[in-house]
């Protein structure tokens, strides 16, 4: 393979990848030597475009390096299925057919999102779903590092966080309305190192990590390990319930200090990449209750308890964009002070998207109802436990409809939805199986999505049968397909 030599890294890849599949070579060759593969830099392809010519070799030109990794994903599509598997198989040939593929996305923002506080995943298993990830073609993993039930990333200055934070006493059996516990301790963290090897292996391929801290509200693990920063004087363990905790941050200015700097710090951990501050979900109760907090109120101005989050938003949101980061958040961030130039997730629903978009804010589309690979994957009744019950079901089929940008958005606003995003909550995913089981086929589906492919379920059918394949060399433990469409 003959390609420019800032490329050097994709091939690479593609060799390892190559060699740990099927025991083959691939060699680079000089530009000015004629390769089995040529390979060319031209822009015109756009960010993340490729051109892919298989005639009696093969030609790619690329917009970008992530476009060109893009075409070597084609390349290998091409191929057999072994050329997809983890473990080395014998394959003694590979015959392309000719063919011409222009190629790009339609969104630069397509995610995969990983709730790692839930349940804890190790880096290997990190490392995996950002292949898997990368294979699809999408190019963000956003990883919730912290909940009510567990802290996730060490932190040197607060060593409570982990020593404490991220170790709970037991987790619910079934659902959490069946109110019964399985009293195993669960719990683990990622050091410095963790997160440096998973961001550098994610880079590799085209994988942008995105870390997020939530807070105000999902803190009680937090809180267990340092409960200054509560409303309250009641001690409180790392949470071994699901559901939204009503134990949140105080608002004291020393509480909004800390979380400056606790943030800062994660942040810190990812490079320049665009940081989650959460915002979702924050009871105000606690607040209701307290005089401090109600005097904050005063202070401020407010009228609604509500206000008391912007007050962690905003302080969140400047320290971060005055470091040059591009601040992202969960949509309820919008119903208090949030700052122009936040990027907003849309998940209650498209219309919160739409809302966002017109108000100025780029957003990313979570729509739960579409994109939270946490619900049911069928209405059966053998489906294993996960988040709610019907009608919380998701088909693989219903993600592939989903629109990325929100009904009734003016088409003037449509260059402000960036992209979309899956998400995988945790509660009910305890294994690298379950999260297979849970991610695909559903993520196969929401790739063609988000890149702006997809059309009639009818033909995307049989591709998704033959990708199948693919995914089983890859030791993907996916859901198997129903025998009808729904
Ligand atoms: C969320 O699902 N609470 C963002």
Redesign the pocket.
Known sequence: MSAPEEWREEIETFADDLARAVDWEVRRVDSGAVGDIVVRHDASRGAEGYRLVVGDRVEVEAGDAAGFAYALTALRQFGPPELWSRTTTRLAHWTLDAVEVCDGPTYAWRGAHLDVARHFFDVATVLRFVDLVAAHRLNRLHLHLNDDQGWRVEVPEWPELTRVGAWRRGSPLGHEFDDVRDDVPHGGYYDADDIARIVEHARRRHVQVIPEIDLPGHAQALLAAYPQFGNTAQRVDVWTHWGISHHVLNVDPPTLDFVERLVGYVAGLFGDAPVHIGG??CPTTQWEASAAAREAMERHGFHDPQQLQGLFTERLSRSLMAQGREVLA?DEVLDAQVVPGTTI?A?RSARKGREAAERGFDVIMAP?QYT?FDWLNSDSPEEPVAVGAWPYVTTWEKVYAMSVVPEGLDPLLRGRVRGAQA?L?TEYIDSAARLDYMAFPRLCAFSEVVWGTAGDVEDFRPRLEHHLARLEAMGVAYRELDDEVR
């Open positions: 979702d979900e969960w997730c998940w739960m939270y998400q909550w």
